[in-house]
């Protein structure tokens, strides 16, 4: 298999922005995705605890566990891609103290990522600072922080009051100044979005935050079509995957019920006298060797 690793050096994540260059990301849970997704040229694959509710069957992302997440990323990173990979820190993986905040990004960084990210600032920002100072590349991540959606009131767009937005700001200045590399910016209004990363030196990456952020991420399942129901304002479906998918197992179901699966094509062959020997063998009750 080609080797496509020459990963992106993470000063050039900075370099992007101030170069003006529009930094993409997606989220991926599996080797062949990641595949794709550097084919495809992305620049960084987040290994998102947003698996949750796309790949694990949970509701929301708060029940994924550091066992789930390490899986998820090393099966991603086994792909070699040339995107950076960044793994997502589960709720619970890093709130109660900075020693489990650096063991945690540690498991991720050796089941393969470039780097974690975690969501909220306040007390979090002593777990980036922590984690930066173990040597691992963190992703901030602010706004409308999943995680936390009860006390946020819901999964709803966030900064829409001056003071929220205010605190926003104050608070990504937190994480930057902590060391973040990049901060997720996620369901904010775009000129919040807009606002904040003009006031930042490092790269914000919106979900929902407008086009004046300085990259963009969606989810891959709503990005290619494979979650069809309700989505969020902000998500556009590039592709219908899940249409494809129905009518792939839809044509097998039928082909196999009508015969018309396997064909000749599809079956291994025996010699003739191979098969006269075993038919004479069937017949006498013998052994053929
Ligand atoms: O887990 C995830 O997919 C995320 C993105 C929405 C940024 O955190």
């Known amino acids: ?31 062949p995705s990641a595949r794709l997704a550097s084919e495809a040229g992305v620049d960084l694959i987040l290994v998102g605890d947003s698996a949750g509710n796309n790949v694990l069957g949970y509701d929301t992302t708060v029940p994924v566990t550091m066992d789930e997440a390490v899986m998820l990323t090393g099966a991603v990173a086994r792909a070699k891609p040339r995107a950076l990979v960044i793994g997502d820190m589960p709720f619970g993986s890093f709130q109660a103290s900075d020693a489990d905040a650096v063991a945690n990004a540690v498991r991720l960084v050796k089941a393969g990522a470039d780097g974690v990210k975690l969501e909220g600032a306040g007390p979090m920002v002593s777990r980036v600072r922590a984690i930066v100072g173990a040597g691992i590349p963190v992703m901030g991540h602010l706004g409308l922080t999943p995680q936390s959606a009860t006390m946020l009131g819901g999964m709803k767009a966030q900064g829409q009051t001056a003071a929220t937005a205010r605190r926003l700001l104050d608070d990504a200045r937190e994480l930057e100044s902590a060391g973040c590399f990049t901060l997720v910016l996620e369901s904010v209004p775009a000129r919040i979005g807009a606002l904040v990363s003009q006031e930042l030196r490092i790269p914000t990456i919106g979900i929902g935050a407008g086009p004046g952020c300085d990259g963009q991420v969606l989810v891959w399942h709503d990005l290619l079509g494979i979650n069809e129901g309700a989505a969020p304002r902000f998500v556009k479906r ?19 019920r009508s015969g018309a699966y396997p064909a000749d094509e599809h079956e291994y062959k025996i010699a003739g006298e191979e098969l006269r020997a075993f038919e004479a063998d069937l017949r006498d009750g013998g052994d053929p060797s």
């Open 238 to 256: 590039y592709a219908d995957v899940a249409g494809e998918i129905r009518r792939g197992l839809e044509t097998f179901a039928a082909d196999v």
């Open 1 to 31: 298999m080609m080797n496509l690793r020459e990963p992106l050096p993470i000063p050039e994540v900075g370099a992007m922005k101030r170069a003006g260059t529009k930094i993409v990301m997606v989220t991926a849970y599996d080797h």
